[in-house]
């Protein structure tokens, strides 16, 4: 399992089959707050690498799902239709989608964790 | 953002920790410890909310009676001192140019409270429209500071602060001058953006920012603009930019109750008389979404064949009415309770219908 993370806060998790898990980062659930809706796409559905992929919103605003890498979906995390304050509560463990990439070499061009807290240090958001 | 302004209390926003952003041309606090924390202090106990960005405009004179008569859709005739009218100035076609509050200081003596992105706009229609009348505006935006004090504890809290028994004697929608601190003049009314009690405080900036960090240390919660929104839209009110607009006029805007016809003349009397005597073309309604996706301002309102028949105003998930609900301004033949409709949310339509757009219960000293 590693995990890679993009600029726009999204993270995505390869597992051993290289199958892809992807949420949005502890830091963006905090910068959020209280999420409130999760607008998923449906299984099946094909993403451009940087295309969003759905939206994120908490109270006081929508903020767009940008996906890290092209794919396809294999699967959308239902539990998050009923109860997206999961995000919340542990954004690391309830992943958004869980995709097929369609071209692995993408993920190079992805931080890992350790350029990740990086680029939160450095960067203003 | 070079011009961006910055109210009396700036510093204590940013040193609180709060969330800034831009809003009617100045950097304000959106939140600080959350939206949601912030909107049930007020609806429980007791939130204080920096609204010095709003501007003032003190009006008097000879004609000030009858000047504000002219611009204002609300009757001052004979208005007894110590009230609070609320209204809009309207454009020549209806559509408006603010809505705003007039607090009635004496004969021919007004203050006008306007929001602070029409502070420019505002000043100059006045100006422009005072021209005939002996009038004296006195323009004092930049010079006043005001806090909101808002919710079931805030009569309680601001009594402790300032140690005046006598707010307790104002109604709802009235206001007085008192004395506080070393002996300075403030302005108090019982009024309000949240459908609870509360009142609002006008003062000086020194005694503006020494009464925030007394209203703190008396366990008023810090509020911003955030759950502000959230307050007002659960209660129906509207925000000018959303529900109002230089293109909607407040009959569309289902306000009429604060449109005085039977004034003889008013700017824009006779576009909201047609109107009202035709129906407007469009209203302003309730919508429940039958889903838990958010339709926010802009979102298309669609009929069963795909038309679109208007925009939604305002939308969010409740806070203190746990659904997905909005304000939309749509056709007025689509806006009977219980009509079903559709809304757009990026790629995905809703079923939603037509509900009463007071969400929320208002709970006011009357």
Redesign the interface.
């Known amino acids: 399992m590693k995990t890679y993370f993009s600029p726009s806060h999204e993270y995505l998790t390869i597992d051993e089959e290289g199958n892809g898990y992807v949420g949005i980062s502890d830091y963006a659930q905090k910068a959020l ?2 999420v ?2 999760v ?1 998923m796409p449906e299984v099946g559905d094909e993403f451009e690498k940087d295309e969003d992929f759905g ?1 994120i ?6 903020s767009d799902l940008i996906i890290p890498v092209s794919c396809e979906v294999l699967e959308i995390n239902e539990a998050l ?1 009923d109860n ?1 304050r999961l995000v919340n509560e542990d954004a690391m463990a309830n992943w958004i989608i869980k995709i097929k990439l369609t071209d692995p070499e993408e993920v190079e061009s992805l931080m890992d964790l350790d350029a990740y807290n990086e680029y939160l240090a450095t960067n203003p958001h | 953002m070079e011009d961006i302004k910055k109210t009396c209390l700036h510093d204590k926003h940013v040193g609180l920790g709060a969330q800034m952003s831009p809003f009617g041309g100045f950097d304000m606090p ?2 600080y410890e ?3 924390e912030e909107h049930n202090a007020v609806r429980m106990a007791c939130g204080i909310f920096d609204v010095s960005h709003m501007g003032e405009v003190f009006v008097s004179g000879p004609d000030a009676e009858r000047f504000v008569n002219m611009i204002f859709t609300n009757d001052v005739t004979g208005a007894e001192k110590g009230k609070c009218l609320y209204g809009m100035m309207l454009h020549p076609d209806g559509g408006t140019v603010d809505d705003l509050l007039v607090y009635v200081q004496g004969v021919n003596d007004y203050l006008l409270v306007i929001n602070a992105a029409n502070i420019d706009k505002d000043v100059a229609w006045i100006v422009k429209n005072a021209e005939g009348y002996d009038v004296n505006i006195d323009h004092q935006s930049d010079n006043i500071g005001e806090i909101a004090v808002q919710g079931p504890e805030a009569e309680t809290i601001l009594k402790k602060v300032t140690g005046l028994d006598a707010i307790s004697e104002l109604t709802f929608y009235t206001f007085a001058h008192y004395r506080i601190y070393d002996d300075v003049d403030v302005i108090i009314s019982r009024t309000g953006y949240t459908g609870e009690d509360g009142f609002e405080v006008y003062a000086s900036h020194d005694v503006t920012r020494k009464l925030w960090d007394d209203l703190l240390a008396a366990g008023a919660v810090p509020c911003g603009l ?1 759950c502000r929104d ?1 307050l007002r839209f659960e209660v129906g009110l509207p925000l000018y930019g959303d529900e109002l607009a230089d293109d909607i006029s407040p009959i569309e805007a289902s306000l009429g109750m604060f449109v005085k016809l039977d004034k003889p003349e008013f700017i824009g009397r006779e576009a909201v008389a047609a109107q009202k005597a035709a129906g407007a073309p469009r209203k302003l309604v309730g919508l429940e979404i039958l889903d ?3 339709a ?1 301002h802009g979102a298309e309102v669609i009929d069963a064949d795909d038309n679109v028949i208007g925009f939604v105003t305002t939308g ?2 409740g ?1 203190s009415v746990d659904k ?1 609900i909005a304000m939309a301004l749509i056709d007025s033949r689509f806006a009977a309770m219980d009509t079903n409709l559709r809304v757009r ?2 790629r ?1 339509v809703f079923p939603a219908v037509v509900i009463s757009k007071k969400f929320y219960k208002k709970s006011y000293k009357k």
């Open positions: 707050g209280n409130v809706y607008d939206a919103e908490s109270v006081k605003a929508a239709a997206p | 959106i939140q959350g939206i949601v955030g959230t838990r996706a958010i926010r969010y998930r806070i997905s949310v990026r995905k």
